[in-house]
């Protein structure tokens, strides 16, 4: 399975446009996710028990005790984070979310929704909170557009999770592949008009006459068939989404990641900035979840446990 068409990680930034950030009156500047042609919710939205045994229960809200479920607002276009799979929300995100239930004892009841659409979903209520590997940083905490203006109130993260961009490179790396500059006098292959061509576009101006080739395809699928044929030593993208390729394409015998992620961000669970309760209670549940570890499990079951952060934090992204 492909991801979706856009990025969401780091800057705002779109795999579609490498500019194609969104602004929606009353939300924050968002990068899009693909279009939402499959809807599901991974938990009922009915008949919901809470366990008021569990171990941080008596830190949620009591409207949210109540319920016993958490209405998480996500975009499920984006495997492996998240992703609709016979009808049902699934995936990193709603893994996580998962282990953290346990400790809060309430479901986390995920709805699928568009991208630019999740932030304004808090402000109105209609979700308690939004997980959908949502790079926390300064301007969607701020409530700020790119220019720094101010069209909404802003959202506190609760940062679970960390991710980069990845080179996907011929399984067995048969080049020895280990940065971007391992790269200058070869050739490369990406999905023309993205962040990801950019980045090789920027690596080329550094390579000099040493030059790298760039060839830019409709879609990451031929960008990856061509890396796979040997007519390119390596292609780019997400982190997450490079290591599902690599546990997926064609068995787990087709690719690998070559060296460390580049431009690490964090991605955060977004809550209304007036429910500081219910933050402080997900910061509690990913530390217990880290320390039993039902956190690191559930990053594994995806190959993205390179992602695994070490402590929950707030608002730590820049």
């Known amino acids: 399975m492909t991801a979706s068409t856009t990025r969401r990680t780091t800057a705002a930034r779109s795999r579609i446009a490498a500019v194609g950030a969104i602004a929606v009156a009353g939300a924050l500047i968002l990068t899009g996710c693909g279009d939402q042609t ?187 068939t061509r890396v796979k044929a040997g007519g390119a030593v390596a292609d780019l993208n997400d982190y997450p989404v490079a290591a599902y390729t690599v546990k997926t394409s064609g068995g787990g015998n087709d690719f690998e990641i070559a060296g460390q992620q580049s431009d690490v961000g964090l991605f955060g669970i977004g809550v209304s900035k007036d429910n500081t309760q219910l933050r402080d209670a997900l910061k509690e549940a990913l530390d217990a979840a880290i320390k039993d570890g039902s956190y690191a499990k559930a990053l594994e079951k995806w190959n993205v446990q390179d992602s695994a952060v070490k402590s929950a934090t707030i608002n730590a992204g820049q």
């Not at 790269?183 to 000099?208: H, M, N, P, S």
């Open 38 to 224: 499959e809807k599901g919710s991974s938990t009922p939205s009915t008949g919901a028990k809470a366990d008021s045994s569990a171990p941080l229960f008596s830190k949620l809200p009591k409207k949210i005790q109540d319920a016993g479920v958490i209405k998480v607002g996500t975009d499920s276009a984006y495997a492996p984070m998240e992703f609709v799979e016979n009808g049902k929300i699934v995936g990193v995100d709603p893994d996580i979310a998962e282990a953290l239930g346990k400790q809060l004892g309430v479901k986390f009841q995920f709805t699928a929704g568009t991208f630019d659409g999740l932030i304004t979903s808090i402000y109105t209520g209609r979700e308690d909170a939004i997980m959908s590997s949502i790079t926390d940083n300064k301007k969607r905490q701020e409530g700020l557009d790119d220019k720094g203006q101010k069209i909404g109130k802003g959202v506190d993260f609760v940062d679970y999770f960390s991710s980069g961009l990845s080179l996907l490179v011929k399984k067995g790396n048969p080049e020895g592949i280990k940065s971007m500059d391992d790269l200058c006098g070869k050739t490369v292959a990406v999905q023309r008009g993205t962040i990801y061509e950019d980045t090789f576009k920027a690596q080329a101006e550094k390579c000099g006459d040493k030059k790298l080739t760039i060839q830019a395809f409709d879609t990451d699928a031929e960008a990856q």
